[in-house]
Nanobody, 127 residues
């Protein structure tokens, strides 16, 4: 049974930092892209960042580039999202996801379906 379990969310002041973790289990992810999405109250789910499990190459959209980075630890089967210079508009539920047969660069495309999702982790940034 595949599981993606997020952790590390919480409440932080604007300008602060948080690191989210996504512990993956239940299969090997060598042919997967792993990524993060977020959904703010009343808004659609947005793509945040992705990484190719195999070679570690990453993609971060312009909306968070320079503030957010993604990394993975193969030994721990864990993906991380480092979030710096947080803003109140970063407040959302953050979801970890895995997609087979795609790349980090394409994981945020609307026609790419995710194979697995985590349950989400709340991040609240106060002003």
């Amino acid at each position: 049974q595949v599981q993606l379990v997020e952790s590390g969310g919480g409440l932080v002041q604007a300008g602060g930092s948080l690191r989210l973790s996504c512990a993956a289990s239940g299969r090997t992810f060598s042919s997967y892209a792993m990524g993060w999405f977020r959904q703010a109250p009343g808004k659609e789910r947005d793509f945040v960042a992705a990484i190719n499990w195999s070679d570690g190459s990453t993609y971060v959209p312009d909306s968070v580039k320079g503030r957010f980075t993604i990394a993975r630890d193969k030994a721990k089967n864990t993906v991380y999202l480092q979030m710096n210079s947080l803003k109140p508009e970063d407040t959302a539920v953050y979801y970890c996801a895995a997609a087979w047969g795609t790349t980090a660069q394409h994981m945020g495309a609307t026609n790419v379906g995710m194979d697995y999702w985590g349950k989400g982790n709340v991040v609240t940034v106060s002003s």
